[in-house]
């Protein structure tokens, strides 16, 4: 897999493709300080091709890969939210949205596929038909600074819906790789810092803290190792909190269980931490749990150089009176012979959480030690 999407990105970056026309016309403007911004919000997307298409298997596939539900939120929230558009309807205001799909293929012949191919010259056109392992390009604030378009062309509607499909992966990534950039912009724009540097001096890491954060609990070394940041809404809150142990110490064999295990389990070790740091304040006997009818989403991965598992799941009360989506890390620092672990989650009630998650990530993939 790895090698198939090396090979397609060297395709296309030794190609230079050759959007005519419209693109080259209307003069991508060269001082990209005139466009307007971007419109809409972080995971809009308008996806624009022939009607007929996007009622059979190339839109199908489309609507699955990018209106896929998004895993471990307790009600259905889609990758993305999708809006089709008719080429002829593709107005300049819909033009400054900040995910744009375009779709086409050469077998078209409606009037809808005619105003997509005056996208592409003479030379690119005979590109797409000689060439099958050319299917798409990434054009890069054309209409609006921050905007990415995905052009996807082939000879055929069959041959496209193919290369979509197995590369469904490389398409995603692309438009959740902005995602991410666009949203460490919007929330890392004002910070914390007097809370970042109180971190680093009481736990010797380093955290991203967004404007807004309070530092509910911070328990050094002698005390806990164990640190708990919130943000408190009227209609909901954010929460990050950090635990670390050295991996000499007694009740680590649950932690090293944690990276043996296939799939990897957390939920044991999880409890260690919640049932002693994160007890109702009124109620001791109740704790931060997990959802047991959900499975937890773990795998293992390399963060930033350390051994790493990676978890995404459900958490509860253990009176079942509150509970919403966690995302977690836990890796081992061999030098320092330390475990860490550290996690987000959202207490929402009735509201969308899908945007408040993407958030979490963008702040626990700032963790340094």
Avoid at 161 to 167: L, P, R, S
Avoid at 300 to 327: M, Q, R, T
Wanted: with cysteine; glycine share 4%.
């Amino acid at each position: 897999m790895a090698d198939r999407i090396s090979s397609i990105f060297l395709i296309l970056s030794t190609v230079s493709v050759i959007f005519s026309c419209e693109i080259n016309q209307k003069k991508i403007i060269e001082n990209s300080s005139f466009l307007p911004r971007a419109s809409g919000e972080n995971r809009e997307m308008i996806i624009v091709m022939d009607s007929s298409k996007f009622q059979n298997q190339i839109g199908r596939s489309l609507v699955n890969i990018y209106g896929s539900f998004v895993q471990s939120l307790p009600q259905p929230e889609p990758k993305f939210d999708l809006r089709y558009i008719r080429p002829r309807k593709f107005n300049n205001i819909l033009r400054h949205a900040k995910n744009i799909v375009m779709a086409f293929t050469l077998e078209g012949k409606s009037l809808d596929s005619e105003i997509l191919r005056k996208n592409f010259n003479t030379e690119s056109l005979e590109k797409i038909k000689n060439d099958p392992s050319f299917f798409y390009f990434i054009r890069r604030d054309q209409y609006a600074k921050g905007q990415v378009i995905l052009y996807l062309f082939s000879r055929t509607d069959e041959e496209l819906n193919k290369k979509i499909v197995e590369n469904s992966e490389v398409i995603t990534k692309l438009f959740e790789d902005e995602v991410i950039k666009r949203v460490n912009t919007e929330i890392f724009n004002k910070m914390e810092n007097n809370i970042s540097d109180k971190i680093l001096d009481d736990h010797k890491v380093n955290l991203k803290i967004p404007y807004g954060y309070d530092l509910a609990k911070s328990l050094p070394e002698e005390n806990g190792n164990f640190f708990w940041l919130r943000q408190l809404e009227p209609d909901f809150e954010k929460n990050i909190f950090v635990y670390y142990e050295d991996f000499r110490e007694k009740q680590l064999e649950d932690f090293y269980d944690v990276f043996n295990q296939n799939p990897p389990d957390i939920k044991k070790v999880r409890d260690i931490i919640t049932r002693k740091f994160l007890k109702d304040s009124e109620k001791s006997s109740v704790y931060m749990t997990i959802q047991d009818i959900f499975p937890i989403d773990s795998r293992k991965i390399n963060y930033k150089g350390f051994s790493a598992v990676e978890s995404k799941g459900l958490w509860k009360l253990s009176d079942i009176s509150a509970g919403g989506p966690f995302h977690s890390l836990i890796f081992y620092d061999s030098q320092a012979e330390r475990v860490y672990y550290v996690e987000g989650y959202v207490y929402a009630p009735g509201l969308k959480k899908r945007d408040l998650m993407q958030e979490i990530f963008s702040i626990l993939w700032t963790f340094e030690i």
